[in-house]
């Protein structure tokens, strides 16, 4: 299983993002977002499982939308909106099964004040 994850970029503060994680195969299980500021401990975003219900932390709620759209389940989007710098951070996909933990490479996302 690879996970692949692109939409990160420079943005200025208030801007929006879309991220995309695509995976190799089709997920059965839960998929989710997490991300990684300098120099702090990677923390949870939000998360959808396969059936498409979705958990949000609470600096994500009403800024950030998690999405799983297609057929085979394999990709889903984090839809970013009134960035802010603290959400400055590299950010990884994430797929979590009972046979296992899979995590991409991230796609950073830096905000300017």
């Known amino acids: 299983l690879q996970l692949v994850e692109s939409g990160g970029g420079l943005v200025q503060a208030g801007g929006s993002l879309k991220l995309s994680c695509q995976a190799s195969?089709?997920?059965?299980?839960?998929m989710g977002w997490y991300r990684q500021a300098p120099g702090k401990e990677r923390e949870l975003v939000a998360t959808?499982?396969?059936?498409?219900?979705?958990?949000y932390e609470v600096f994500a709620k009403d800024r950030f939308t998690i999405s799983r759209v297609n057929a085979r389940k394999s990709r889903i989007y984090l839809q970013m909106d009134s960035l802010k710098a603290d959400d400055t951070g590299v950010y990884l996909c994430?797929?979590?099964?009972?046979?296992?933990?899979?995590w991409g490479q991230g796609t950073e996302v830096t905000v300017s004040p």
């Open positions: 994430n797929v979590d099964c009972p046979s296992g933990v899979a």
């Open positions: 195969t089709r997920i059965f299980c839960g």
């Open positions: 959808i499982n396969f059936d498409g219900d979705t958990k």
